[in-house]
């Protein structure tokens, strides 16, 4: 099985789109007639963990990328969690903090708006027509804005606005196939920006993946806890390579 990180640092591409928290089988059945979806392997099961697995550790420096981040964990500070600390800024020739002035009120729920993330690519692409960019955009990760039936599980919180969700979901005070149709609403509505950026970026070499997957009780995990290589829900995520 192919690896996102040898598909990351390969660097044939002009865009990488990170899609946060994809699962495989759900991005194949909702867009397998659309794309050529490959099953793909990631270096972490958190957000924290792949960043750190995929660039720390390899030691990235990329002065031809600009990375847009709707992830509060991908920022111009230090991230340290359990024995890994990184500062993307270190990496990158630029980190857009979108998420520090996108996260609003949406629906039912605080999120970070993907359409600024989408945003953001257009105008640094103007700016920086030599760069390469990765697009990280929020969705399909909770909290879910257009699940009006879950509004009470998500808060104001823009590191955790969804860990009632989860602890809802644990305790069976949720039904998991509604959680499920939720998630797949989100991962719909932020994949009309990918699409509005496929569009108007014809001709370059766009790659759309995850950092890690999304579990809804498979092995009785619930959201995505970093480390947890053995769940084979969390750790496989879509891979798609527009040539």
């Known amino acids: 099985m192919v690896k996102t990180v040898d598909v990351i640092l390969g660097k044939k591409w002009d865009i990488l789109i990170i899609l946060d928290a994809c699962r ?24 924290i963990e792949w960043f750190y697995k995929t660039f720390t550790v390899n030691n990235v420096v990329w002065k031809d990328v600009i990375y847009i981040s709707g992830s509060p964990y991908i920022g111009r500070h230090t991230v340290k969690h359990d024995n890994m600390e990184y500062n993307p800024l270190r990496h990158f020739a ?57 509004q009470k599980y998500f808060t104001m919180n823009m590191s955790s606005p969804d860990f009632k969700l989860w602890e809802a979901l644990r305790n069976n005070e949720v039904d998991r196939e509604l959680v499920i149709r939720c998630y797949k609403q989100n991962l719909l509505w932020v994949m009309g920006f990918v699409f509005t ?45 527009i040539p």
């Open 24 to 47: 495989y089988d759900v991005f194949k059945e909702l867009f397998g007639k659309t794309f050529k979806v490959e099953k793909a392997v990631t270096e972490g099961t958190c957000t």
């Open 94 to 150: 630029n980190v857009v903090e979108v998420w520090k002035y996108a996260f609003t009120r949406i629906g039912y729920a605080y999120t970070v708006n993907p359409f600024h993330v989408m945003k953001q690519l257009f105008i640094q692409n103007r700016l920086h027509r030599d760069k390469k960019f990765i697009v990280h955009f929020m969705q399909p990760h909770a909290p879910y804005p257009m699940c009006y039936p879950l």
């Open 197 to 241: 950026i496929l569009n108007l970026f014809r001709g370059k070499k766009i790659v759309i993946t995850s950092d890690h997957a999304e579990c809804f009780g498979e092995n009785g995990v619930v959201n995505h806890p970093c480390y947890r290589h053995d769940v084979e829900a969390l750790k496989t995520v879509p891979l798609v390579v």
